[in-house]
């Protein structure tokens, strides 16, 4: 594994590997921080994956809730009313995920994955590892 990893890497032959992270397919080699973009791919397609399950199996709670006063009591349909509003944000942002996750995969494809949208520059490999999806670079997300 050390080693596929290793050869999936960008930037760091010749550098003595100090440290692999393999749950964030980080690679520290003394000061330079690199990533392992087919893992970082992986790890995007099964979130992704993931959510879109979960929106699947959540369909159900983002029905209209009954209005009918004979069969539902009212303290019952304000708790339904809460239910799906709650279900519907829940899938606002969850769509919003998968939007993000698209996009990152995207430069993945397009060998862009790393680089701000906004300057050009690289984004800090931790700030990846933090946010796998980040199209920014930190400086650019301040606002600066």
Known sequence: ??????????????YAIDEIRL?????????????DTKKVKANL???RKALVELAEDAESAQKPVELDQTR????????ALQGQAMAQETARRRDNEVARIDAALKRVDD?????????????????????PMAA?????????
Do not use: F, H, P
């Open 136 to 144: 920014v670079c930190v400086t650019c997300a301040a606002g600066k």
């Open 23 to 35: 749950e964030t397919a980080l690679c520290v080699c003394g000061s330079v921080v690199v990533m």
């Open 72 to 79: 539902v009591g009212r303290l019952s349909r304000m708790d």
């Open 111 to 131: 060998d862009e994955y790393g680089y701000c949208l906004a300057c050009g520059e690289k984004i800090a490999a931790k700030r990846l590892a933090l946010d």
């Open 45 to 47: 397609e099964a979130r």
């Open 1 to 14: 594994m050390r080693c596929q990893l290793l050869n999936n890497l960008i930037g760091i032959q010749g």
